[in-house]
Each structure stands twice: as C-alpha cells, then as structure tokens.
C-alpha cells in the first residue's frame, strides 16, 4: 500500500508544477477512512432426506418433492478497520461546477470476524437416513464455527472521474465554498489476516479475506474557505459504494462500503 501513497504525492507534485494554469481545477484531502466490507455466501435451501437435492439424475423410483423450507447457514466474512485515506483530483473549473480526474489509496487496520459452516460425518443417503442435504452430500451433523477478532489490514485503490457542484457562487454568501458530487469508478479491494499476530498459517486458504475489483459510486460534501485568491481550505465528508464487477464466488453477497472524512485543499 505504500507504493500507492508514493503514486499519489507524485501525482501531486506533478499537478502542483502546472497549477498558474487558467480553468485548472486541483483538490487534494487527506482524513480517517472507516472500511466495512462484509462477503456472505448466498443462502441454499436444506432437504428433507426424503426429499432429493435438484433433479433426480436418473435415480429410479426417485421423485422430486421440493425443498423443505429450511435454509443452511453459510460463510460470512466481515471486516471493519480504519486508517487513512489520501484522495487527489484534478481536472477543469467553472465557476459553479469542476470536472475532474481522480486517485484515491486507503489503508486501514482493524478485525476479520469469520463465520464458517463445517460439515461433519458425511452419510450416503440411502432413504434410511434421518439428515439433512447440503451441498448435494447427505450429512447427520452440521457445525458452525466462528472465528473473532482477527487482527487484520485492508487497502483500497479508486481510480475513476466525477464532478462537483458550488451552488453557491457568491463571495459575500456564508455558504460560498459549500459543495457537493459524485464520483464514479472502480477499486480493486484486499483484506489479510495477519497470520503472526493470529497465529494462523493458511487462513482458510484465503476464505477468511476479501479480494475482489468492484465498480464504485462515491457521494461527497464538503466546505473550503478562501485564504487567498486561488486557494481554499476546508473540510469534506465521503461515503463509498462497491459493487463487485465480477466475483469468482459468484454465489457470494457483497457488502462493501468506506467512508472517510478529514481536510480538504482546493484550488479553482
């Protein structure tokens, strides 16, 4: 993650060499990210073990009566963490509204919580079994298990492009430097557990992390105030909405949100 902060203060000095540039438009903010990324398999419905999983394949005397009604517990992997967030824009400005290119890094540390669900004691089902149906294995037993409080990092990369909006443009306003946008883009997302601090060696083979590209919607508010004729400084608020683009567990939910909030430094 460091390399991305490294990309992202070149950037900036490399925006800042052209900044006398008339229409140019810079914002850069630095703050405190809260990530929250959950990822839950998707709910499978158990049988009856005198009903059958899916099509009878042929089975004889086999007929297919529909599922029970229940629903097995599944994998869930929550991750809550916070650290900082560094957030570059440049791009093009009017007097209401600037149009912009934008790179954001965020790295944070916090806890992995990992709910698992263990089959145990597989049984052939042979019509005589009183189990249930899982994963089209006939089982007597099922467990669930939950690890707590992994002690685990995340980072975050947005690369995308949006606009803010002043909507109010005169000087002698309270409000003037109050503003608000959207950002729209992708970030590639990755959780780890920190194996030597939770003495774990394969984490699950990587079921107890979060990987995953995502398109992303981000809503942002803010307010600067002028300090001299070109630059302004202020506060901002940022929330962040991920959707994966596409999962390899592709029977998995997302829910993966940042926000952030901290100082701003505009120049328009």
Same mark, same amino acid.
């Not at 709910?43 to 229940?70: F, K």
């Given at each position: 993650? =460091?390399?991305?902060?490294?990309?992202?203060?070149?950037?900036?000095?490399?925006?800042?060499? =052209?900044?006398?540039?008339?229409?140019?438009?810079?914002?850069?903010?630095?703050?405190? %990210?809260?990530?929250?990324?959950?990822?839950?398999?998707?709910?499978?419905? !158990?049988?009856?073990?005198?009903?059958?999983?899916?099509?009878?394949?042929?089975?004889?005397?086999?007929?297919?009566?529909?599922? +029970?009604?229940?629903?097995?517990?599944?994998?869930?992997?929550?991750?809550?963490?916070?650290?900082?967030?560094?957030?570059?824009?440049?791009?093009?400005?009017?007097?209401?509204?600037?149009?912009? =290119?934008?790179?954001?890094?965020?790295?944070?540390?916090?806890?992995?919580?990992?709910?698992?669900?263990?089959?145990?004691?597989?049984?052939?089902?042979? =019509?005589?079994?009183?189990?249930?149906?899982?994963?089209?294995?006939?089982?007597?037993?099922?467990?669930?298990?939950?690890?707590?409080?992994?002690?685990?990092?995340?980072?975050?990369?947005?690369?995308?492009?949006?606009?803010?909006?002043?909507?109010?443009?005169?000087?002698?306003?309270?409000?003037?430097?109050?503003?608000?946008?959207? !950002?729209?883009?992708?970030?590639?997302?990755?959780?780890?557990?920190?194996?030597?601090?939770? %003495?774990?060696?394969?984490?699950?083979?990587?079921?107890?992390?979060?990987?995953?590209?995502?398109? +992303?919607?981000?809503?942002?508010?803010?307010?600067?105030?002028?300090?001299?004729?070109?630059?302004?400084?202020?506060?901002?608020?940022?929330?962040?909405?991920?959707?994966?683009?596409?999962?390899?567990?592709?029977? +998995?939910?997302?829910?993966?949100?940042?926000?952030?909030?901290? !100082?701003?430094?505009?120049?328009?």
């Amino acid at each position: 993650m =460091g390399n991305v902060f490294k990309n992202c203060i070149l950037a900036a000095c490399v925006v800042a060499a =052209g900044a006398s540039a008339e229409g140019l438009y810079l914002e850069g903010s630095l703050g405190i %990210a809260k990530a929250d990324y959950v990822e839950q398999e998707r709910p499978r419905r !158990l049988q009856q073990a005198d009903d059958h999983v899916g099509e009878c394949l042929g089975i004889e005397g086999c007929e297919d009566t529909g599922p +029970s009604g229940e629903y097995a517990p599944r994998d869930k992997v929550e991750y809550v963490g916070y650290g900082p967030v560094l957030d570059l824009k440049v791009g093009y400005g009017w007097e209401k509204l600037a149009v912009f =290119g934008v790179i954001q890094g965020t790295y944070t540390e916090g806890f992995h919580n990992f709910d698992c669900y263990v089959v145990k004691e597989p049984v052939e089902y042979t =019509g005589d079994d009183d189990g249930y149906a899982f994963h089209n294995h006939w089982v007597e037993h099922e467990e669930y298990i939950r690890y707590s409080e992994l002690h685990s990092l995340s980072t975050r990369l947005f690369l995308g492009g949006g606009f803010t909006f002043y909507p109010f443009a005169k000087k002698e306003s309270p409000l003037t430097g109050f503003h608000a946008g959207a !950002l729209f883009g992708f970030s590639i997302i990755e959780t780890q557990v920190d194996e030597e601090k939770n %003495a774990i060696r394969d984490r699950n083979h990587g079921a107890m992390e979060i990987s995953t590209l995502t398109q +992303s919607i981000v809503f942002d508010v803010g307010h600067t105030w002028a300090f001299n004729e070109r630059w302004n400084m202020g506060v901002a608020l940022t929330a962040a909405f991920e959707n994966p683009v596409e999962s390899e567990k592709e029977y +998995s939910m997302f829910n993966l949100h940042t926000i952030w909030a901290g !100082l701003r430094f505009v120049r328009k």
